[in-house]
């Protein structure tokens, strides 16, 4: 129903900066909220940062909130992760992921968390050398 497609990784030296892009296709109106989680290597899946599609108020984890910034583009459906400032912690698979869950009926807290999404992208590797 909805297919996401993420590009944008590479390999950048500490402090550089990349930007990831997410393209969403299919049934694309039932959106309520895209986000970005990421994968390091050996451990579990972690949340970046979020946009709630009808309001665009944003949310971001910690470690990133001064370093990255999260943005759309309605009319291309499409979300942007720009990332500066890059470390070595942020070496991770990158996944987008769509939201269905209607914001009238689930707490916004909820949306930090992998089960409120219903689609994901295949992934983008973003490596950061020291």
């Known amino acids: 129903q909805v297919q996401l497609v993420e590009s944008g990784g590479g390999l950048v030296q500490a402090g550089g900066s990349l930007k990831l892009s997410c393209a969403a296709s299919?049934?694309?109106?039932?959106?309520?909220?895209m986000g970005w989680f990421r994968q390091p290597p050996g451990k579990e899946r972690e949340f970046v940062a979020l946009i709630f599609w009808s309001s665009s108020n944003t949310r971001y984890r910690d470690s990133v909130k001064d370093r990255f910034t999260i943005s759309r583009d309605n009319a291309k459906n499409t979300v942007y992760l720009q990332m500066n400032s890059l470390k070595p912690e942020d070496t991770a698979v990158y996944y987008c992921?769509?939201?269905?869950?209607?914001?009238?009926?689930?707490?916004?807290?909820?949306?930090?968390?992998?089960?409120?999404?219903?689609?994901w992208g295949q992934g983008t590797q973003v490596t950061v050398s020291s």
């Open positions: 992921a769509v939201s269905r869950l209607n914001t009238a009926f689930h707490n916004p807290e909820t949306y930090a968390y992998p089960g409120a999404y219903d689609y």
């Open positions: 299919g049934r694309t109106f039932v959106t309520t909220a």
